[in-house]
């Protein structure tokens, strides 16, 4: 059965940075494409950023464009997430996802919460 | 980036069945049949329930079902019961090749 441990989460000030770390073990990671996704607290769920199997980059939000980096390292099984000039509507909930295709995520991590606040 | 439409809640007795609709567009829901929904309890990740419009992972109880028509996907949840009362979202992959959610819908079993 597939597993995602999200770790990195933490309290960060306006214009911080942190990187989230997600480690899958359960399945043949280098096979899939996985996915960031977050949740504001008492709000839905909002689409981060994407990675293909192979480290090609598949989408950012326009909301994190240009500040938050994915990437993966595929011989260590884990996905990162590298954000940059953290904003107060940064904070979330931030999982982790292993997609079915190129973006559908089909199995998530128990998340890491992220706060920004000074 | 645009979001697809959900009612806000939703609501049944124990035993009968309740529709969840998600509204969206050309682009998204009506372009193919990526469409998933998830199902989220207060705390906890959200947990795929149909993916591919219709199709359920081994595991899910096949009283949860999808359907499409158009630019609008459904999830029904047929012999309501009370572990059901949950968060529900539906996503669809877009032809920009990324992927939306839904505004999510909270299902409360009377």
């Known amino acids: 059965e597939a597993q995602l441990l999200e770790s990195g989460g933490n309290l960060v000030q306006p214009g911080g940075s942190l990187r989230l770390s997600c480690a899958a073990s359960?399945?043949?990671?280098?096979?899939?494409?996985m996915s960031w996704v977050r949740q504001a607290p008492g709000k839905g769920l909002e689409y981060v950023s994407a990675?293909?199997?192979?480290?090609?980059?598949?989408y950012y939000a326009d909301s994190v464009k240009g500040r938050f980096t994915i990437s993966r390292d595929n011989s260590k099984n884990t996905v990162y997430l590298q954000m940059n000039s953290l904003r107060v509507e940064d904070m979330a909930v931030y999982y982790c996802?292993?997609?079915?295709?190129?973006?559908?995520?089909?199995?998530w991590g128990q998340g890491t919460l992220v706060t920004v606040s000074s | 980036q645009s979001v697809l439409t959900q009612p806000a809640s939703v609501s049944g007795s124990p035993g009968q069945s309740i529709t969840i609709s998600c509204s969206g567009t050309?682009?998204?829901?009506?372009?193919?049949?990526?469409v998933s929904w998830y199902q989220q309890h207060p705390g906890k990740a959200p947990k795929v329930m149909i993916y591919?419009?219709?199709s359920r992972p081994s595991g899910v109880s096949d009283r949860f079902s999808g359907s499409k028509s158009g630019n609008t996907a459904s999830l029904t949840i047929s012999g309501l019961q009370a572990e059901d009362e949950a968060d529900y979202y539906c996503?669809?992959?877009?032809?920009?090749?990324?992927?939306?959610f839904g505004t999510g819908t909270k299902v409360t079993v009377l």
């Open positions: 996802a292993k997609n079915r295709g190129p973006t559908s995520p089909d199995y």
């Open positions: 996503s669809s992959h877009t032809t920009r090749n990324s992927e939306v």
């Open positions: 990675i293909g199997a192979s480290g090609d980059i598949i």
């Open positions: 591919d419009v219709s």
């Open positions: 359960g399945f043949t990671f280098s096979n899939h494409a």
């Open positions: 050309s682009g998204d829901v009506g372009a193919h049949n990526y």
